[in-house]
């Protein structure tokens, strides 16, 4: 059995939701050796969060961006406003997206779907870097 944790630091970023798999992925190469095994990625922000989906058609994360922006919209007349209108906002992506994702791990690879990919969606304007967690469990071969 193994266990490995590494934080993994992303560069700021503007608001929308970004691909990150491939950055989650070099920053693990340990992976390659688990023929079973879970990833576990946990983002330490309340204004950014983490989800999987569709990774390649990219109108997918400027059509997630739209609605996300429409369900929690700074127009709304929240009483935490004293980080600026975009905080809240942010909050409430965050709560709804989560802060953390469980992936499998099968046969050395993360057991994504063809058209999944892991995105880290920053909801503020102007965010400095987020930093992420990853915790990776699993079973050498033998």
């Known amino acids: 059995m193994i266990w490995i944790q590494r934080p993994l630091l ?9 691909f990150i798999t491939r950055s989650v992925l070099d920053a693990l190469p340990e992976l390659g050796e ?3 095994g879970l990833l576990h990625v946990f983002i330490q922000h ?7 989906n569709e ?6 994360p400027v059509d997630l961006e ?6 929690a919209p700074e127009t709304f007349p929240y009483q935490h406003t004293l980080e600026g ?14 802060a953390s994702l469980s992936i499998p791990v099968q046969q050395g690879r993360l057991a994504l779907g063809t058209w999944q990919g892991i995105y880290l969606c920053e909801h503020r304007n102007r965010a400095s870097g987020r930093q992420l967690l990853l915790t990776l469990l699993g079973q050498r071969k033998p």
């Open 85 to 98: 209108p975009d905080d809240m906002p942010a909050h409430v992506k965050s709560s709804l997206l989560g």
């Open 34 to 36: 688990l023929p079973v």
């Open 66 to 71: 739209s609605s996300f922006s429409a369900i």
């Open 55 to 60: 990774n390649a058609d990219p109108d997918v």
């Open 10 to 18: 992303m560069k700021p970023l503007r608001r929308g939701f970004h």
């Open 46 to 52: 309340t204004s950014a969060s983490l989800t999987i």
